[in-house]
């Protein structure tokens, strides 16, 4: 997906304007990014900063300067490029009205041509000569502040402000006159160093125009397994403190290009528990409802139906081995075959606890018996089944599994006569255990997609279950070229 952080990397390094937008609409994924978290995304944009700009050609200066004992030269320097930039160091600070990410102790290295010519009284004939050059920039800081804030469920990125500031240069001619270094010095010095901080900041801007472009962009939705999408827009605007920042998305699951008005209104706070130290970058927490709106989503679409005709035990499929259990049955259709049809009869309902994630699933399942060439429904058993999970980080997705805790069973209709429960329900165990949980495993195991960038992957994941709240704590790791390009 290139769903949303850009929303991860960028979005929390700027802070919204001070104005504070409340929306009706509730969020139930929000994530967090911890200083540590800040720090890495400011060294990711700076590298891509650099990288963007290198090389950068400046425009031509030319200027006309009187030399002693030379007379008036027209000067020009040309193909003037920065080549090379290296940042000593970069701090981010919270401001009243955005965040400041500075780069100081920068040095920057610089190739240009040269050029004069003049005419004295002695040679009525211009005097000509070229040549080559190089600049070291010393001492130069680079400083950006800018606001983001949510625009109909877009994050909109604007600067503030942009400012670029060179200490020290020094130039190196290659050839030329004994006289012509002074000039270049004296003619060219102050130019190099305005052209050299206007060139940066005016690329630093044009850079974050690329960014903002690129947040305007990114999709509200992001599919999941192909049938639904997870709405990704922006709930408010981010919120920050002293070295982190927060924000919230919409989280919830509905059908493919359905439009639907959230059911879940009783939304609870969203929990302040972490994960254990040493401190991650990023912090996603999941509402419990976000696994609901999914399971309403699959149930509504009829996905949660299954008809099994092969077994572990495939003598189960036979009336033959249950004459046992329900005599009756293998009494009116002797040796004959049998499928399983499993339907869920409501949307499963997932809860989130301490430790623990738990779910709860009503299930029909009814016996077919095949009976010269016909299919004939016998009998109905209804479940009531609790099952235990756990999570697990599979590339950007969260995965996981469930076992079974407990169930109950009663008799919903028979064709046959009456049926012993009690009989029936090692029989029911080994459905669920052989046929149904792997199946829900198999699907389990796709996992559900986290809001992340394209081009960044979580890295030593932690999960933690708190009350109603799955929280994921991850650092970050970059893979691939998105931003600025």
Sequence with gaps: MAPIILFVVLSFLFTPTSTQLHSNEE????????????????????????SSIIPLQLPDIEKSVKIPLVGKVHMLLSNIIIYH??????????GETGILLVASGATANLSMSWQYTYKTWLVPIAITDDGGASVQVEGMEVGVTAALKNQEGNLK?????CECHVKYISIKLDGGASWLYQGVVDAFERKIVTAV??????????????????????????????TAVLNVTFVDNPMLSDSSVKFEIN????????????????????SSSSCSSPAKMIQISLQESVFNSLSSVYFDADYMHWIVDKMPDQSILNTAGWRYIVPQLYKQYPNDDMNINISVSSPPIIK????????FVNLDVTIDVN???????????????????????????????????????????????????????????????????????LHLKRGFPLPMLHGFTLQNAEIV?????????????????????
């Design 371 to 441: 009976d010269a060439g016909e299919v004939i429904p016998v009998a109905c058993i209804s479940l009531e089944i609790s099952t235990s999970g756990s999570a697990e980080i599979l590339r950007n997705n969260l995965a996981g599994s469930v076992r079974l805790k407990d169930f109950s069973a009663y008799l919903k209709w028979s064709e046959i006569g009456n049926i012993n429960i009690h009989l029936l329900k090692p029989v029911m165990s080994t459905i669920l255990k052989t046929v149904f949980l792997p199946i829900v495993n």
């Design 85 to 94: 930039v290296d940042i000593a160091s970069s701090y981010v600070n919270t």
């Design 27 to 50: 969020g139930f994924i929000s994530v967090y990014i911890s200083e540590k978290g800040l720090d890495f995304a400011k060294d990711v944009l700076i590298d891509k900063a650099v």
């Design 251 to 270: 989280g919830l699951v509905t059908a493919k290009d359905a439009f639907v008005v959230s059911n879940y209104n009783h939304k609870r706070g969203m």
């Design 197 to 226: 901080e206007n060139a940066i900041s005016k690329k630093i801007r044009e850079g974050i125009i690329k960014l903002d472009s690129k947040l305007q962009s990114l999709p509200k939705q992001i599919p999941v397994y192909g």
């Design 352 to 359: 989130v606890a301490k430790d623990d994630i738990s779910a």
């Design 157 to 161: 990125l604007s600067v503030l402000e």
């Design 465 to 485: 279950c708190t009350d109603s709240t799955v929280i994921v704590c991850s650092d970050m790791a970059f893979t691939e070229q998105y931003l600025l390009s």
